[in-house]
Nanobody, 123 residues
Framework: VQLQASGGGLVQPGGSLRLSCANP????????RGWFRQAPGKEREFVAA????????EYAGPVRGRFRVSRDTDTNMVYLQMNSLKPDDTAIYYC?????????????????WGQGTQVTVSS
């Protein structure tokens, strides 16, 4: 199973980025997907998740209201729109997929993981 995260980069505080998660083989198109992040010296943490249909989403407290996860079922792409970025958002962001339909914030429920994309928020 291939998951490809992209869209990271360097952005100033208050700026925006949109991350993309592709699944070229369509092998997890019917499963929920999530975004996680890991900052240097910290544990990997949940950011956002979306159900297989895109109808249900979950967010971690620190990003709620600033980040938005969405899904295009026609192209099998999942996106993470990140607005009002803060230095604390600096991390490697990972796209992952479960084997279930429902959005889930528990990392142990995710079986497939992408390679990660670096997001750096700095002036």
């Amino acid at each position: 199973v291939q998951l490809q995260a992209s869209g990271g980069g360097l952005v100033q505080p208050g700026g925006s980025l949109r991350l993309s998660c592709a699944n070229p083989g369509w092998t997890v198109s019917n499963y929920a997907r999530g975004w996680f992040r890991q900052a240097p010296g910290k544990e990997r943490e949940f950011v956002a998740a979306i159900s297989w249909s895109g109808g249900v989403t979950e967010y971690a407290g620190p990003v709620r209201g600033r980040f938005r996860v969405s899904r295009d079922t026609d192209t099998n792409m999942v996106y993470l729109q990140m607005n009002s970025l803060k230095p604390d958002d600096t991390a490697i962001y990972y796209c992952a997929a479960t084997r279930y339909y429902s959005a889930d914030r528990r990392p142990d429920e995710y079986v497939y993981w992408g390679q990660g994309t670096q997001v750096t928020v700095s002036s």
